[in-house]
């Protein structure tokens, strides 16, 4: 088209500036409908350029505490607390926070508690109570933990101090308090949004070990089960109202300050080599519960229990349990409780 005008009007000056005026308006109007002239020949419409094909999106996997296997939104910072545990310090505070509860035995046939928290953390924990040396073989399966204590024998403490751990030891540490209500030594408390503050560097929660899921086959039906060590004792009964263990400690109803009875979705007897510490305390060695190397162990869940093997081959790695026929001792979602028992 441009072509014949020029053709038609280039044959004087007049007609040239007729012409070019001319072929500036079609050209203009053909522009504007999208139609580009190369060499005074029409041209085709620009093709399309491809949309980018997106890329799917993996629909989120729900983050599972490897402590308890019950949904939570981050994994937290382990925190041990070495809780005391004779008569005259119970009930204790924050213990139903803990996704896991271990029993050891201490001198005179007693127990103490190590509680370990990352789900959730309780305003208050306490009683807490002074370190034994079969805690920082426990403690390495967790990486570096957060680990609170009162103190230890004075040979001993050099040796948590520089154990694995960040050392919220309750002389250095801060948010710990007594209790004017309670007998010393048994009044110690500490508030743990304080010890989370001041852990830093501490080891998030990880696999330690624990398997949950669907009970693995077999297993007895079971009203309860005990532990015992020569001056304390500990029996596990079946609440189905509640699907939990609930705890009795001494003959009595084990409860808490602030949640009624102490109770366990999964409870672990571990059977182990108990023998006595290096370090004296008042004159005596102290037991000492060995939790690496292997053994037999009673696993109570939904109202049954299951003979099963656990296994730790060394201190930096969890502990595994495994039916009598191989398969993995799975537990129930919830808090885990362990009793290490002598063989």
Do not use: C
């Not at 939104?73 to 803990?98: E, F, M, Q, W, Y």
């Not at 009624?260 to 999964?266: D, P, R, V």
Request: charged content about 15%; cysteine-free.
């Amino acid at each position: 088209m441009v072509g014949r005008i020029w053709r038609l009007a280039t044959g004087t000056p007049r007609g040239r500036a007729i012409a070019i005026a001319s072929v500036v308006i079609v050209v203009a109007a053909l522009v504007a409908t999208g139609i580009v002239l190369l060499g005074g020949g029409g041209g085709s419409p620009p093709k399309p350029r491809p949309r980018p094909t997106p890329t799917p999106t993996r629909p989120a996997v729900p983050l599972r505490s490897p402590f308890t296997g019950e949904l939570v939104k981050s994994l937290g910072p382990v925190l041990a607390v070495k809780i005391d545990n004779i008569v005259d310090a119970r009930p204790p505070t924050g213990l139903t926070a803990a996704d896991i509860v271990y029993l050891l035995p201490v001198e005179g046939g007693l127990s103490r508690i190590l509680a370990v928290f990352s789900s959730r953390f309780p305003p208050v924990i306490g009683p807490v109570r002074s370190s034994r040396e079969d805690d920082l073989e426990l403690l390495r399966q967790f990486g570096r933990p957060a680990f609170a204590y009162s103190g230890a024998q004075p040979q001993l403490v050099p040796v948590v101090h520089n154990a694995r751990i960040v050392d919220l030891y309750a002389g250095i540490a801060g948010g710990y308090y007594r209790d004017p209500n309670r007998l010393v030594p048994h009044n110690l408390y500490a508030h743990t949004r304080q010890l989370v503050a001041e852990a830093h560097g501490a080891s998030t929660a990880h696999d330690i070990g624990f398997r949950f899921g669907p009970a693995p086959p077999g297993g007895t039906v079971a009203a309860s089960a005990s532990a015992a060590y020569p001056a304390a004792s500990f029996t596990f009964r079946w609440s189905a109202a509640k699907a939990r263990w609930l705890v009795w400690m001494d003959g009595t109803p084990a409860g808490t300050t602030e949640d009624g009875q102490l109770g366990a979705a999964t409870v672990v007897i571990q059977y182990t080599t108990v023998r006595t510490s290096r370090f004296l305390e008042q004159g005596v060695r102290p037991p000492y519960a060995e939790t690496t190397g292997s053994g037999t162990a009673l696993v109570l869940r939904d109202g049954k229990e299951w003979h099963a093997q656990w296994s730790r081959p060394n201190a930096n790695v969890g502990t595994t349990f495994t039916t009598t026929s191989g398969q993995p001792m799975t537990f129930a979602l919830g808090p885990v409780w362990i009793v290490l028992a002598a063989r």
